[in-house]
């Protein structure tokens, strides 16, 4: 009976466990049990969604908080998404209700009054976002020792999301920071439904410790129910094809609005504007069929309201409820029995397909349900690359990759995240509030993350901040923040580290429905929130729309921005059109189109070679990269081969083909592109010389010399490209 790690949890957790009915513990949760009672190890946890994942930390977790009580804050808890944390703030305290364990969470939408009430007695369990945690550590420096002298746990939830992004580097220099400010040395617990790269992530997990990190994965086969459709929209030069367009459009709305709204279902989409179209679009499909609107909207420009209003309609309403949404519903939050997850065209990466694919089937032994909906434009008449099925070709990559050889895109690390290191040097000082020079690169340059960058570039990058104004030297000579570094810093924008454009909010009267990122003049129609919407007045000063109910004509109000794709999935893609076999989940159209491209591809001989003629003095280069090598192919070309070849344009249709036109042959152009590449050296001859591109949100405040090497190390891939090439 001992060696059951049932009876080592902390009695309320055993109630728990018996009010919910459950048989025994999950294989996820008896792993993580003895890792966290036996042994001083980080942890990694990849299984599937709806595994008990969260349960498996926060039981070991939360028995050691109630058997030896912290002084401080004792677990903190990091999400990427505010939804997140509101979803596990309701779970927690469900479960801690008589443990006499309190759970904070903290971000945006928290009332002052509870954020104070932590400040005043820490304890317990914080759950928190990356970018209220940098608040924290930059504005109250002073708090950080009572805040987390005692921490024992540190839990990042959706690991994955962070791994190789701009807030994964912010994270890690966060658990430094902490550690080094309150003299901790808590225990990191990653958790993941979407990891292949085990030592990356372990690597990863355990940056700047001396502690090993174990990986609990349990092999559980999950039932999965995949349909791929295709809808062909074909081009309207006249009347009546216009009405065949038409004619298509309605068939596709019509297609995703039987599929759903008899059930609870999730419609997935690669943009804000597609999950608003979308919506609206079933919304007039149920109201001319004299049918309920069960239809909701959901990502990061709806009101909170709004969105709340959205999941607890998924999670407990009566009936069906049908949801639009991006990213924002691809992570953990626990929808309850989605019966269908919709994905609108295909994901741009393995990773997210199978986060998207979790959403469902997440109660006993119910299959995961998804079903892609391929919405493509096709011209008999256009050139020869462009009469691909890119999207349906992409859908079934992702899924055979997964599918058959359990393949997600593996951790890509940044080498100089120079944006990252002006972020942290401002936020160091801010904290800091002056510093030695030195005491400054000896804080920021010690970070996990920042340990590539040499000393005499943080010298250059120190030096033409205090140019810029960003910071300033004291009489004394220790550096602080300068006029230029308040006015950035200053700004709650700074604490995160994505980009995120400046938005107006919308309102009806009173109440709040979203934002937009480009502001119409009165007058104008938008949709927001699956609804038409007249502008009625915009408040400069304030940034705020004010808006009356509407039934005119529709546009959307985002800047769209596609996902890059890595090397396998197109590699998979021209695979699959080489082949002639035939997949199980296909639909009668998809099926037909498939078939139709792999007849073309045959008759032209589209794949017998990287460079094809497209008749006159053209050639489509199509080197089935991703679209890191795509663009360093792109840039290889104009910088490197445009004048030695007489090439007059080069046209690149990311990440699938360019477009090349010049007075040379397909031949000579092939064999000067393999050539140049294999002699390619240093990255950095690919760019001009006054180009400076940026990769991240703070390059701008960077040294252009810093700017053009990050670039070249971070956005240029020639190893990649020539490995695919040869």
Not at 436 to 460: G, H
Not at 509 to 526: A, K, M
Not at 534 to 557: N, W
Not at 619 to 626: K, L, S
Request: aromatic share 8%; proline share 5%; charged share 25%.
């Amino acid at each position: 009976m001992s060696d059951n790690p049932f009876y080592r949890l902390a009695p309320f957790i055993q109630e728990f466990i018996y009010r919910k009915r459950w048989d025994e513990l999950r294989e996820a949760q008896v792993e993580a049990c003895r890792v966290l009672f036996d042994t001083p190890h980080h942890l990694l946890i990849a299984s599937g969604t709806a595994s008990g994942k969260t349960e498996a930390v926060f039981f070991p977790a939360l028995t050691e908080l109630h058997e030896r009580p912290s002084k401080s804050v004792g677990i903190l808890y990091i999400s990427p998404l505010k939804a997140l944390i509101n979803d596990q703030f309701e779970r927690l305290n469900e479960l801690l209700q008589e443990a006499g364990i309190p759970v904070w969470h903290w971000h945006g939408d928290v009332p002052q009054a509870e954020k104070t009430k932590l400040m005043k007695k820490p304890s317990g369990v914080l759950q928190i976002t990356p970018e209220s945690l940098e608040g924290l550590l930059m504005n109250r420096p002073n708090a950080i020792p009572a805040l987390f002298h005692d921490l024992r746990y540190i839990i990042i939830d959706e690991v994955h999301a962070f791994m190789g992004s701009d807030r994964g580097i912010q994270v890690l220099c966060q658990l430094a920071r902490i550690e080094r400010m309150a003299y901790c040395t808590p225990r990191r617990i990653g958790l993941s439904a979407t990891l292949s790269d085990y030592d990356s992530a372990t690597e990863w997990i355990s940056a700047g410790t001396d502690k090993m990190t174990e990986i609990v994965s349990p092999q559980g086969g999950r039932k999965l129910k995949l349909s791929v459709e295709h809808f062909s929209f074909p081009d309207a030069r006249n009347e009546e094809e216009a009405k065949m367009l038409e004619y298509a459009k309605q068939a596709y709305h019509d297609y995703i609005y039987d599929h759903t709204h008899h059930k609870k279902a999730l419609v997935f989409t690669n943009s804000r504007s597609d999950a608003e179209l979308m919506t609206l679009e079933l919304r007039r499909i149920a109201a001319k069929r004299h049918e309920p609107d069960v239809f909701y909207v959901h990502h990061g420009s709806i009101s909170a309201m709004l969105r709340e209003e959205a999941e607890a309609a998924l999670r407990t309403g009566y009936g069906p409820a049908v949801a639009a949404a991006t990213l924002t519903l691809e992570l953990g939050i626990d929808l309850g029995e989605l019966e269908r997850v919709v994905q609108l065209g295909a994901p741009y990466s393995s990773s997210s397909f199978v986060q998207r694919l979790g959403r469902s089937g997440r109660r006993g032994n119910a299959a995961s349900e998804m079903l892609f909906v391929c919405p493509e434009e096709e011209d008999e008449e256009a050139q020869l690359p462009a009469r691909m099925p890119w999207m349906l070709l992409r859908a079934i990559a992702v899924i055979e990759l997964y599918v058959r050889e359990r393949w997600v895109e593996p951790l890509d690390v940044r080498q100089m995240p120079m944006g990252l290191l002006y972020h942290q040097t401002m936020s160091a000082l801010k904290s800091l509030g002056e510093a030695e020079p030195a005491e400054l690169a000896r804080a920021v340059l010690t970070l996990p993350s920042f340990k590539q960058i040499k000393p005499d570039d943080y010298k250059l990058l120190l030096n033409y901040l205090l140019q810029t104004d960003h910071i300033q030297r004291t009489e004394m000579g220790t550096l602080i923040i300068g006029l230029m570094g308040e006015r950035i810093v200053n700004n709650f924008r700074f604490y995160a580290v994505f980009k995120d454009d400046e938005e107006h909010v919308v309102y009806n009267g009173t109440e709040e429905i979203g934002s937009i990122t480009t502001v119409p003049p009165p007058g104008y129609c938008f949709t927001l929130a699956g609804r038409l919407w007249k502008v009625e007045e915009v408040d400069t000063k304030h940034q705020a729309v004010y808006v009356k109910s509407s039934h005119g004509k529709v546009d959307t109000l985002w800047l769209g921005a596609g996902g890059d794709v890595h090397t396998r999935v197109l590699q998979k893609m021209r695979d699959i059109l080489a082949d002639d076999a035939i997949y199980s989940y296909l639909a009668p159209n998809a099926v037909n189109r498939l078939e139709r491209a792999r007849r073309l591809v045959r008759e032209s001989g589209m794949l017998r070679s990287s460079v094809i003629p497209a008749g006159g003095d053209s050639f489509f280069i199509m080197p089935w990269v991703g679209s890191k090598q795509f663009r360093t192919l792109e840039r290889l070309i104009k910088n490197n081969l445009k004048d030695k070849l007489n090439l007059r344009s080069v046209v690149p249709m990311e990440p699938y083909y360019m477009v090349v036109a010049g007075k040379t042959n397909a031949e000579t152009l092939l064999e000067h592109i393999i050539a140049e590449s294999a002699s390619c050296e240093d990255p950095i001859s690919l760019l001009s010389p006054d180009e400076a591109p940026y990769l991240g949100k703070y390059d701008e405040f960077i040294p252009p010399e810093l700017v053009r090497r990050a670039f070249a190390i971070d956005g240029l891939d020639v190893k990649g490209l020539v490995k695919v090439l040869s």
